[in-house]
């Protein structure tokens, strides 16, 4: 097992008052008591050094029952076997918590026989700690050093671990004074199986023990991670192919590679082979170690320990494992249960790992994936690290010039386009400046039917020179370049949070062009409103306007956001922007945007954000005789993989002040018309997830037939962005349901197959709330090179109305992702574990309509803006908010931060959307709303069901008053990680 940094620092062990004597009240020196309990096992270390075996399990276990007869309490550093005369220790912590004095000495035994002694002391209010450490030399203890500090923190747990947090000096990482220690013993069956078969692996560097997996599915293993682990297990040393500093890449043949995989795992050639990069011709596995692109970026782990051990009817054995974290305090991080196959020869095989659903579980946010296996060589890579280095060194000024050295480069990437639809190697490099002040030279390479980049990041050091900053590799598994210049790509893996296609723009727009989208057009939203998507001129342009366009309007002209009355927007302001930028009337205004006469104002109406939306771009433009223009603009939707979503001719008056007017809008839709497939009578899927199906009574009846074991089909449209759409014809023989899957696009001469897909689909549900869940029987890299999503959900059935306007107006816009109001138990007296922080942004966008943004308030946010939101929306005092949340008295602020991978737990949970299943009026004026959180992931309607208690104070408000999680859906959430640190 790897030392953790903490114990290496810190690790404690206990020496008491024993059977033989060895009493505290000698009141001896720690130094004096710490030499002479090195020389109790003297003879032990002497022999063991000689022969070499000091780090043999074997010598611990001497070590540790010497001092034990002799009178002292003592375990080794790792935990692993079992305390000494534990009854002393467990007594001093027992005062502890009840707040008694006490004292005792405790003794931990590290791996090469060197330890430390411990001197514990209470008062009853604290504990101080006094530590030696006794080192050998010349095969005599020697106890050189020694220090005092006081544990800041105490636990001591039910299962008998004793967790502390030691003071530090100033400059040391918090992380390094955690210490853990079993006092109370654990079986020795449990002892030994985890010495065996778990500690071996443990968490470090790979993911055996923290996903699911079993024989008849290893999909989720990473073969790679194991192969170092399982040749030190069955080698007894390291492999000759380990951790480098440069990323070398090894050929290891077939007999080799397969001999160890084979034997600790029911497994043939063929599925290891799919799931690597083997080589058929001769024979050989693709192996690169991790490297420092790829290695952990949190040392700090959990370790294992086996808690149960039950012999199975088969012969295999189960084992529950509870992931042990010191920097925690955590005896139970997380548990999973190993099965394990003894073999008559004496080896073993691991069968499967199943990781235990718990209320607090953590999330192994310390595994880092490997990067991918580069299809360059390393001189190659070399070369293009010297390269964009001497680019960035040459200039440093660089990051302002990006889009002119891609536009030089688009013949180049025409030509590597080619060269990819046709099958033939190519490659050609493209730039990227980034907020943060990097340069990035990305390698795009295609060679032997891999696609892939090469990414070089160069950063400016306090001296100014350029420095590699960061490299990596990565499969890309979808290239397009379209006629206007959008080199639009699919990562292998999407970055958190980030676009599901990534792009370059090649070919700029012309400078006017530029001017005129930053002027007219780049403010406004194809999906917040439906300006954009329908015709419209002065005589019918009020149906279109609305809040949501009126911020943006505002914005655009101003900069900013307007003050708000009551959370409400002033006619005065309203109607003047409005009327500025449309030919509308007064009376159309109040009679179309939900005019409120009594308070003079507009509700602030909000639209649920969507990430990665299209935008538009002005491609031409025409002057007009009278003043005005005429705007050719197009829709870029590149997470949908096209430059023309739809097509916009906008006639504009240009104002004085830099505005403008819009007086008309002509759309062309660029694919399949939604409209007319419904007259038509098909089947057709709804734009968002509150949308049921057109036509949807058709897919019940289906899916009802086949619920009974009729043969039948139907066939499903998904209207795409870009006017394409997807058929999904469903059939059912009696038995099994398959799907066929055909992907149209439109070009100029109408609609294109861009492919056809078959499935099995392995298992299927509809649900009494009208989803439809089904799992396809896909294959998975590297058999493939598109990862193809195997979970689906489509909702069928329509939300009541009232329903879906309450989840769409008061619960989408907070969800589960940002924040835990939603997933923790509270109410009015019981506010201390929300994250105020985070939700900050819900109720922002609630109450303003727009996106917070974070970066804009570096030193926090004011706390009269913070304030006021949370106590419009939530029942709390200024005094409990200011405790509860991340304050900062000194300068009046809050905490902020955007949702990133510092403070986001990777799970699928939080990827789930609320949905309101019941509403009932309480008689108090408080209504209870039961909201299921359904999570597509996971295949379910239902993965949380919880009771949210609201009022609503005035007539477009809400006020937020508890939240209560029924059944034992507690189970399902994991661990939370709060948007701002304390």
Known sequence: MKKRLILIFLILMFSVTGCAGKAQEDKKDILEAGQEAGKCFQDIYTSASASGTLENPKTMEAILECLGSAGYSAVDEDNQFNMTHPEPAEAFCQKVSEGQPGEMRLIVVMSAASFSCYDFSSDGDGVEITKCVVNWNENQPEAGFKEEFSAVSWTYTDKGYLFFERSLPTGYEKTMGYTGIRVKPLDVRCREACRDYI????????????????????????????????????YGRESPYGIETEDSRYEIPENEFEELFLKYFNMDAETLQKRTVYHKENQMYQYRPRGMHDAARITNIPYPEVVDCIQNSDGTLTLTVDAIWPAKMMDKAFSHQVVIRPME???????????????????????TERTAISILTEEERNELREEALALAGADGDICSKIDGMNAERYEDAARFYSAYKEGRDGQVTLYRAYKNGIFGAITFTYREGRLQTYFVGIHWNREGKAEVYQTGDANIVDLNLTKKGYFIYTNEFTVMHGS??????????????????????????????????????????AAYLNASLFLDIYRMKTGGMPELENGKIPAEIFESVMMEAFPVTVEQLRNNCHYEEESQSYPLERACSKQFAPFGEVVDYRENGDGTLTLFAEAVWTDYNTDCAYKNEILVEPIEDGSCRYLSNKVEKTGTDREALAEEGNIILGT????????????EAFLEKAEAGETCETEVYEIHADGGYGRYRFYFDGQNMRVAIDVVTWNTQGPASMGNYEYQIENWSYTEKGWFSYTLDVPEPPEVSEVIQAQVMMRVRPMPEDYRDFTERWLAPVGYQRNNMFSIEWDGEHM???????????FYMLSCGGVFESDDFPEGIPAEDFEEQMLKYLPITQESLREYAVYNETVNTYGCANLGCGN???????????????????????????????CERKG?????????????????TIRYLGNHILDEGASQIPLYRYRVSQ
């Open 500 to 541: 599901l296609r990534e792009y370059f723009r090649l070919k700029p727009l012309p400078e006017k062009c530029q001017e005129l989208t930053e002027k007219y057009i780049s403010g406004l939203s194809y999906v917040d409103y439906e300006l954009l998507l329908n015709d419209w001129d002065k005589e019918r342009i």
């Open 688 to 699: 968002n997830d509150y949308d049921g199906m057109t036509n949807y009574e058709k897919m």
């Open 940 to 956: 379910t309607d239902r993965i949380l069901s919880h009771e949210l208690t609201v009022d609503f104070p005035e007539e477009g």
């Open 199 to 234: 500690a071996p692996v443990n968490y470090y560097l790979n993911n055996m023990f923290i996903c699911d997996w079993d024989e008849t599915n290893f999909n989720t293993l990473n073969f790679y991670d194991l192969f170092e682990l399982l040749y030190r297990m069955d």
């Open 904 to 934: 986001y737990s990777l799970n699928a949970f939080w990827t789930s959307i609320p949905e309101v299943v019941d509403i009932r009026e309480n008689g108090d004026g408080t209504w209870t709303v039961t909201v299921d959180a359904v």
């Open 345 to 367: 020869d004496g080896s073993f095989q691991y069968v499967s790992n199943a990781v235990i659903p718990l209320e607090n579980a953590v999330e192994p946010n310390w595994y």
């Open 832 to 842: 201390e574990k929300l994250d105020f922080n985070g939700l900050y942004e819900a």
